[in-house]
Structure formats: structure tokens, C-alpha cells
């Protein structure tokens, strides 16, 4: 009879930490869902003589909000801390989950540095992310040996992905030396 109760209690208290997970994971989602759409923008901010191919990746294929921050002229681009022609910008949708890694990834691994097109080196990169919960801006330099690749592996980007080609892209300027 005392293994039949200790069975049933077991069950019982299995049972309700199964429903607290599913619920948690439920709001978690929920809270996620309310965040979208979002968009991340990365750019070079190397020296006018370099190209500059800012990558924009956003949840929703439809989504045009990005272009309010790079703007139309080269008054808003300066405005935001970086140049680039908007002419010349890339785009990548994800799904909304690729999204959260992305920007836990990122969140995780963030650089703290001030940096702007006026006091930046050639090797170093700016990362804005825009949701409805947050907006959120890191630099990357050489100094953060990796931090594309280890990207391309959380994201778990296949060697055809048009995305990974893109953060590649962003990759050599990180570890580019000068020579070319």
C-alpha cells in the first residue's frame, strides 16, 4: 500500500513539474512573439575606400522598418554612427526561433565598444538589433578573433545558406590584414 502512495505522489509531483515547464516555455513564447518583427543590422565601419555591404536580416520577408534607419540620404547613415549606400545593402530573412538565437548569441557574446565610423579601424563592425523589446548596439573588432564563425555555428548556418555567405562576408573583414 506505501508503494502504491509513493508511486501516485511521484506521478502527481512529475505531473505538476511537467506543467510548469510547458507553461514557462508558453509564456516565454509568448513573451518572444509579442518582440516580433524584428531586424538586425550589421555593417562595416571601415574607411570610405573599403566597400561596405551592410547585412539586414529580419523576421518577416515583408518587413520594411529597416529602411527608416538606413534612411535615404547620407545625413541619416551618419546620424546612426555609420556610412554605407543604401543601394548596396543585403537582406536575409529568418524565422522568428533563428531570430532568438541570433540575438541571444549575440547578447551573449556582446563587445562593449564605443566605437563609430570616426574612430573605428578597418577590421571593426557594428551589430544593431530592433525589436519591439529591445534595441541593442555592439562593436566588433579583430580583437573578438571568431565571434562571426562561433555565429555561423550557433545558427547552425549549412555551407549553402546565403546567410552564412553573408556573415562570412563580415568574417574576413574582421580578420583582414590590409593586404589585398
Not at 571568431?146 to 574576413?172: A, C, V, W
Request: overall charge positive.
Amino acid at each position: 500500500m506505501k508503494n502504491r502512495i509513493f508511486i501516485v505522489a511521484g506521478l502527481f509531483l512529475w505531473f505538476l513539474m511537467l506543467c510548469s515547464c510547458l507553461n514557462s516555455k508558453r509564456e516565454q513564447q509568448s513573451e518572444n512573439e509579442k518582440c516580433i518583427p524584428a531586424f538586425v543590422l550589421i555593417v562595416s565601419l571601415a574607411k570610405e575606400n573599403k566597400p561596405k555591404y551592410p547585412l539586414i536580416i529580419r523576421t518577416d520577408k515583408n518587413d520594411t522598418s529597416y529602411l527608416k534607419l538606413i534612411g535615404s540620404d547620407r545625413e541619416n547613415l551618419e546620424k546612426n554612427g555609420f556610412t554605407a549606400s543604401k543601394e548596396y545593402y543585403r537582406l536575409s530573412t529568418i524565422t522568428p526561433v533563428s531570430y532568438f538565437t541570433f540575438k541571444s548569441y549575440i547578447v551573449a557574446h556582446n563587445t562593449h565598444k564605443n566605437r563609430t565610423v570616426f574612430n573605428a579601424d578597418d577590421n571593426t563592425m557594428k551589430i544593431m538589433l530592433f525589436d519591439k523589446c529591445d534595441t541593442l548596439s555592439y562593436a566588433v573588432d579583430k580583437k573578438d578573433t571568431g565571434y562571426f564563425s562561433k555565429m555561423i555555428d550557433t545558427l547552425n548556418l549549412q555551407p549553402d545558406d546565403e546567410l552564412r555567405g553573408y556573415i562570412h562576408y563580415y568574417h574576413e573583414i574582421q580578420q583582414w590584414d590590409g593586404n589585398r
